[in-house]
């Protein structure tokens, strides 16, 4: 019997779990394994603030897949479209070509993108803060801003350069909002006459920050960055961004060059693609994790809308924590099916959240504890060496942590603030998908050409 045929879409916390776990539980040569992932690495997420603040390394937070994993192959590019017809995925690989992967089983875990709202300039002058790119990016434009503004006479560029506005009150907005605050400070250090003009703004529209930690400790959360210096203001959104100003739906004026976006996530509109029924963008899939009415096709992560059997929402929140434990359970149902067994329900009671706001701050909510202060700030970095999945990654991050408490920060600017600003965070993300139609079309025209070229498997 020919080997069966698994393709994993994506790259980050679901497809790499579950690769992990399918090489692990599948002996060599029984099957094979594929990858179809945009770049070469696992994004640690939940660190990109620390690389955004040049606390840690961008390699430090990009695992390679090649240390990952011994047996799956790479097929670098998107997968733009899905034939369950014929069980062929469309795959754009990076040089604009189409090409068809065919399938047995087929697991889809490619995340979500920024969330862009149609506001007026925001997606020509906003920085995003999700991916490296969005990072590396950011610590380069902020510590630009504070040179040029050192290097002005004119009062209002330099209080236009030295605020800076965060939307978003998630763990990522919050952490980013406070990583580079940090920063600010570090490179004040040698501008003391910006000190007392440097702003930092957090805006949200919901009326608490981090309602995942809960109200005692989201409320601790916001006690800690007005302590911090941060601005914070509350169900308040952005109406218009130019390249000099941020209009709040207030009718505030910030006078401002630099709006950081980090208001949520959607998910991959690769799911839309497939025509079943999703949950703001989220692939509906059983407690299974398999997707109603396509056979042998898998989903998970922040893409899918997975149902929460133990918890009170009806779909498990899109969170790494829940990626990675929703990948043990694909891959167990991957096999399972292989073998004609019967398949695992998803089940998992959430372990809460850690939130590092950089220095000696932290929040935790552990099960049902809630901590802050030294003890957090230990749990929340335990919790990421022990959820890092590979060694070489661990030992950086934590090189990384001990350099800079030995050393102090660094920030001098790299460069790449003017080598990558035509790029907006849309831009950065964007990628052409296919309707339902036209995948079944492509996919087919594709299998022909390369049966035709290579013959049959
Ligand atoms: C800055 C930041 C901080 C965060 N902090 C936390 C935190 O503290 N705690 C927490 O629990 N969660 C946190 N999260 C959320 C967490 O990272 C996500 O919930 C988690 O990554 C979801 O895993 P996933 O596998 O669904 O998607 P991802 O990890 O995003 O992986 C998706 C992968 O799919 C690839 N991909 C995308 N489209 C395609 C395509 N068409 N074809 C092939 N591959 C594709 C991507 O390149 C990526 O490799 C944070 C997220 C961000 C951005």
């Known amino acids: 019997m020919a080997q069966p045929r698994i393709v994993v879409v994506g790259a980050g916390f679901g497809g790499i779990h579950t690769l992990r776990h399918l090489e692990r539980r599948i002996p060599a040569g029984m099957a094979d394994i594929a990858l179809v992932a945009p770049n070469d690495y696992m994004l640690y997420s939940p660190l990109v603030p620390q690389v955004a603040s040049g606390l840690l390394t961008p390699q430090s937070v990009a695992m390679s897949v090649h240390r990952l994993m011994k047996r799956t192959r790479l097929i670098p590019g998107h997968a733009v479209g899905v034939d369950p017809a014929d069980r062929v995925v469309v795959v754009r690989r990076p040089t604009g070509e189409l090409s068809p992967v065919p399938y047995d089983r087929l697991v889809l875990a490619p995340g979500g993108l920024t969330r862009a709202f149609d506001i007026p300039g925001l997606t020509e002058h906003a920085f995003g803060a999700k991916t490296l790119a969005d990072a590396v990016l950011l610590r380069d434009h902020v510590l630009a801003q504070l040179e040029l503004a050192n290097d002005t006479r004119d009062p209002v560029e330099r209080e236009e350069r030295c605020r800076f506005v965060v939307v978003g009150g998630g763990y990522t907005g919050v952490e980013t909002a406070a990583s580079l605050m940090r920063l600010c400070e570090e490179a004040a250090k040698r501008y003391p006459e910006l000190r007392s003009v440097i702003r930092w703004h957090l805006v949200d529209i919901a009326p608490k ?17 007005r302590s911090m210096g941060i601005e914070v203001k509350l169900k308040v959104s952005v109406r218009e961004v130019t390249d000099d100003k941020v209009v709040l739906t207030d009718g505030r004026v910030l006078p401002c060059r630099t709006l950081i976006w980090a208001a949520g996530v959607t998910p991959s509109p690769l799911m839309e693609t497939l025509g079943k029924p999703t949950q703001r963008g989220r692939l509906e899939v059983d407690a299974e994790l398999r997707v109603p009415g396509i056979p042998d096709v898998f989903a998970l992560g922040d893409a899918a809308a997975v149902p929460d059997l133990v918890g009170e929402s009806p779909y498990c929140p899109p969170t790494a ?8 359970t694909a891959a167990q149902n991957v096999i399972a099916s292989i073998l004609g067994r019967p398949l695992k329900e998803f089940r998992h009671k959430d372990m809460g959240l850690v939130v590092d706001l950089s220095g000696n701050d932290a929040l935790a909510r552990v099960m049902d504890h809630e901590l802050n202060g030294l003890t957090a700030l230990g749990i929340t970095r335990g919790y990421h060496l022990a959820a890092i999945p590979s060694p070489t990654a661990r030992a950086r991050v934590l090189a990384n942590w001990g350099i800079r408490m030995f050393t102090g920060g660094e920030t001098s600017r790299l460069g790449f603030a003017e080598a990558v600003k ?8 964007a990628v052409d998908y296919m309707d339902a139609e036209s ?3 492509e996919g087919r025209r594709l299998m022909e050409n390369l049966e035709e070229r290579y013959g049959r498997d």
């Open 422 to 429: 035509a790029a907006s965070f849309v831009s950065n993300e």
């Open 439 to 441: 995948a079944a079309r």
């Open 209 to 225: 920050v981090l309602p995942e930690l809960g109200d005692r400790l989201g409320r601790k959360a916001l006690d800690l960055l």
């Open 321 to 328: 924590q829940y990626a990675t434990r929703e990948a043990a």
